[in-house]
């Protein structure tokens, strides 16, 4: 039976980026209905012309930037051209940062509030990053 | 029998060889079968596990040196 899998992502560290980018990815591709709520610190990465690269928290995240794992971006790109994830941002982040719809990557959308999310979200797993 | 194509994953981290896999898969035609090469660990059992769970046939595991070979053919 596929779930429903709810992610808020709004930390801006590389690990915490890196593994709601590892979950989406892979119960999107499974068959599991995901929907990814980006805001607070997690937002800016999506906005064209930001820096890709999130700053480590600890150890692993240091560890991870010499390496070929997969960057977080790619992977949510891949959970929704590969398993319809749908990537929304958080409305409220956007105002805060008085950027529109244009000025997200192609991919990220529609701007969502945390109302309708919620109640979308209403029944499903609900995990946060 | 057709040949297997073969995809390179080496170097790549969890779930990087697997979304090669299925990125692969999605372009394939049904009766296909495809051989993943990876060095990922991980990947031994979680590609059986989506094969399992989506609904495709696992061919063969093999180590050869520290590149594991993991053949699978799409059903549907």
């Known amino acids: 039976m596929p779930q429903r899998i709810n992610i808020v992502c709004m930390s801006g560290t590389r690990e915490k980026l890196q593994m709601a980018a590892m979950v989406a990815s892979v119960a999107a591709v499974t068959g599991d209905d995901v929907t990814v709520f980006f805001s607070m610190n997690a937002l800016p990465y999506f906005v064209k012309g930001h820096a890709a690269e999130a700053p ?9 930037a010499g390496t070929s794992v997969p960057p977080f971006k790619q992977l949510f790109r891949q959970a929704a051209e590969l398993g319809d994830a749908k990537l929304l941002p958080c409305s409220m982040a ?5 950027i529109t719809a244009e000025d997200l990557e192609p991919g990220i959308g529609p701007p969502t509030g945390l109302t309708s999310f919620l109640s979308d979200a209403e029944g499903g797993q609900l995990l946060t990053f | 029998m ?4 073969v995809i390179d994953a080496c170097n790549s981290f969890c779930p990087g060889p697997l979304m090669e896999l299925i990125s692969h898969m999605k372009r394939a035609q049904v009766g296909d079968t ?7 660990q991980g990947s031994v059992t979680d590609v059986p596990a989506w094969i399992r769970k989506v609904g495709h046939e696992m061919v063969s595991t093999e180590q050869v040196g520290k590149v594991w070979h993991i053949k699978v053919r799409k059903v549907k």
């Open chain 2, 2 to 5: 057709n040949q297997a194509k």
């Open chain 1, 56 to 64: 480590a928290e600890g150890e692993l995240g240091a560890l991870i």
């Open chain 1, 94 to 98: 956007m105002d805060v940062m008085k």
């Open chain 2, 34 to 40: 495809l051989e993943l090469l990876s060095t990922d």
